[in-house]
Nanobody, 117 residues
Framework: QVRLVESGGGLVQAGGSLRLSCAASGSTSSIDAMGWYRRQAPGNQRDLVA????????DYADSVKGRFTISADNTKNTVYLYMNSLKPEDTAVYYC??????????WGKGTLVTVSS
């Protein structure tokens, strides 16, 4: 099993920056990729924001390309999401995700990001 703990959410003004962190523990050697998803309104699905594979390949949602950067520190089993030029529409609960072997996925509890206009 894998446990994911997110941190770094909060309130920021439009145009500002935040860094989210996701620390993984447990059977981390079997993680194929980690990423960030967000849910922008209760009841909505979680949408992909960014992800990074074990060998460093990244993928971003079109809405965040050029503003967000995902990176991983494999020595710390931690993934970061650097969010710049934040917009009010980036307001959401951000969830860390780990894709494990055999198609198993793990989720963190989420961290709220609020961008004021």
């Amino acid at each position: 099993q894998v446990r994911l703990v997110e941190s770094g959410g909060g309130l920021v003004q439009a145009g500002g920056s935040l860094r989210l962190s996701c620390a993984a523990s447990g059977s981390t050697s079997s993680i194929d990729a980690m990423g960030w998803y967000r849910r922008q309104a209760p009841g909505n699905q979680r949408d992909l924001v960014a992800r990074i594979t074990h060998d460093g390949v990244t993928d971003y949602a079109d809405s965040v390309k050029g503003r967000f950067t995902i990176s991983a520190d494999n020595t710390k089993n931690t993934v970061y999401l650097y969010m710049n030029s934040l917009k009010p529409e980036d307001t959401a609960v951000y969830y860390c995700n780990a894709k494990w072997q055999y198609g198993v996925e793990y989720w963190g509890k989420g961290t709220l990001v609020t961008v004021s206009s």
